[in-house]
């Protein structure tokens, strides 16, 4: 009878009740991995794996809003990603629309603001559309906010915004000695957004992939074995409680 209550649906309201609601992540990264093997696994195709972990993108998105996570930025699909089979490529760049297509009223509804980051003028026109309708649309919403790095690479991010450091110095508007660490987040394309508290990486890889290189200076990384189209509000609230362990631990010397 006891044991009941440790089952299923009841794991996850356990770790909850565990959760600091004052305390939480204000903005988790996540770089969603896995969904080719987890559909491999299943001797599903690819494209079985991506779709799954679009349900598993719906799931989390609708928890975080629930816990009151403020900025969830989501590694959608990396610069590396065009060497995938262009079938795939295809497949993917279709995601966007339909997932915007199902979703964005429920978001509207949700006061979400939608953002993208990356360079967005590669993007097939149709998709880069449907984005840029997207966040005209939440521009004006003031809740949480979900950004979508599309083929985003963290150092490309930091070469642009050099360049643009760059330009600005030559053009006279810029004195170099000016230059310092607020200053420069200015120029990347997450300036508008606090540096993610923690990262999310599933699938049982240890690397960050040229993900916000510059941005997670101090972010709390959580790896896992699971894969992304798995990954439920059990784990979630897992990392969540983790990040929140680890910030009681160093609480007092962070930042050394
Ligand atoms: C595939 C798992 C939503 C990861 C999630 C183009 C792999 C499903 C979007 C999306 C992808 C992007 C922008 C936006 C709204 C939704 C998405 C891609 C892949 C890459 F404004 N899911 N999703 N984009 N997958």
Known sequence: MVDQHNNGKGKWKQLLAQVQKNELPRHIAVIMDGNGRWAKKRGLPRIAGHRSGMQSLKNMISFSHELGIQVITLFAFSTENWKRPRWEVDFLMRLPEEYL?????????????????????????????????????????????????????????ILQAVRNLCREAKEGQLDCREIDEALFSRYLCSRDLPDPDLLIRPSGEFRISNFLLWQMAYTEFWFSQVLWPDFDREHLLQAILDYQNRERRFGGIKNT
């Open 101 to 157: 297509q199902k979703e964005l009223p429920a978001l509207i509804e949700k006061n979400t603001v939608i953002q993208a980051m990356g360079d967005l003028s590669q993007l097939p026109e149709s998709t880069l559309a449907a984005v840029e309708n997207a966040i005209t649309e939440t521009r004006h919403n003031t809740g949480m906010v979900l950004n979508f790095a599309l083929n985003y690479g963290g150092r490309a991010d």
